[in-house]
């Protein structure tokens, strides 16, 4: 019993194969069951999910337009363009936005970062957003969390000579919008195999791809920038867009939860003040009941 409740354990149908993976990975029968029924039959799959390695990530070779973008991305930096970033105004567009910020200028770029807003723009990017970045100089637009049916804003960028990124995984309407790339992997068109990637994920594979591309063309060192240090915007964005977490996600919030329990960021630190927050390992429940609500909020 336990607060009221009678729990039950459903017998799990191979009760030999539960006890060899409770045997294999040193864990309890009722722990190995779970798993089994989970669709973690074996040791090799059970092991992953228990113990997550950023090496198991999807590869990103079949995501569509990934190298266009890349490629386009890396050209801007090295020529050292004006780059705007825009975002949605919720954890998922502001962890992706600070993401994308926070690489750029690891590259030394010349960024202008714009979000949203809830009061006076609505939701995604708009031709008066697009026409600020236009005065402003930016010769590239990389678009966050949001893009995918923004089609007039997007072709007014076009006409007025800039590229637009967008980098989104909400639902894609019959017509794709015509930027220069369109990373979601929700386009009909898209191998690769995670439907289920929060935006803040998608910008890290992106950024990722980015640096490869600096690396190749000598821009950058393979050591110069290290992606693990923003995965804890990766796990903050992650577990307030309510996704899945298996696969990828597992993978990207296990590790991400690791660096934010590292305490690095002043701007996270002073919620986890206001929240009175004096774990100094995070979980789940700090970031969705604690830290998400609060960046919300705004």
């Known amino acids: 019993m336990l607060s009221g409740k009678c729990w039950e354990v459903i017998p799990c149908a191979d009760g030999e194969s539960r006890a060899r993976l409770a045997r294999e990975l040193n864990i309890s029968e009722i722990t190995a069951g779970c798993l089994i029924r989970r669709g973690y039959p074996d040791t090799e799959s059970a092991k992953k999910f228990l113990f997550p390695r950023l090496r198991d990530l999807s590869p990103p070779d079949r995501m569509a ?26 954890v998922d567009g502001l962890t992706s936005t600070a993401l994308m910020y926070l690489f750029l200028r690891e590259t030394a770029s010349t960024v ?12 995604g990017l708009d031709v008066g957003v ?21 089609h007039e804003a997007i072709d007014r960028a076009t006409a007025c000579g ?13 017509a794709i919008p015509r930027a220069y790339a369109f990373i979601n992997p929700q386009r009909h068109d898209c191998g690769f195999d ?6 803040v994920g998608l910008t890290f594979y992106f950024c990722a791809a980015v640096k490869s ?17 923003y995965l804890d915007l990766v796990a903050l964005g992650t577990i307030a867009d309510v996704v899945p977490l298996d696969g990828n996600n597992r993978i990207l919030v296990s590790h991400g939860m690791k660096v934010l329990s590292e ?6 630190e002073a919620m986890v003040t206001t929240a009175r927050i004096h774990a100094r390992t995070f979980t789940a429940a700090h970031i969705s009941f604690q830290l998400a609500p609060r960046l919300n909020a705004a």
């Open 194 to 199: 995670d439907k289920n990637l929060a935006a």
């Open 162 to 174: 800039m590229d637009v990124i967008v980098v989104d995984h909400h639902r894609v309407d019959v």
């Open 130 to 150: 697009v026409d600020g970045f236009r005065d402003s100089g930016c010769g590239t637009i990389v678009v966050v969390d949001c893009g995918t049916s923004d």
């Open 263 to 268: 305490h690095r960021r002043p701007g996270i």
């Open 65 to 90: 337009d990934l190298p266009r973008g890349a490629a386009r991305l890396a050209d801007a930096i090295m020529a050292r363009e004006r780059i705007g970033v825009f975002g949605d105004y919720d």
């Open 112 to 123: 202008e970062v714009r979000t949203a807003n809830r009061f006076s723009g609505g939701y």
């Open 213 to 229: 591309r600096l690396v190749h063309l000598g821009f950058l060192s393979q050591d110069e920038i290290d992606m693990r240090k």
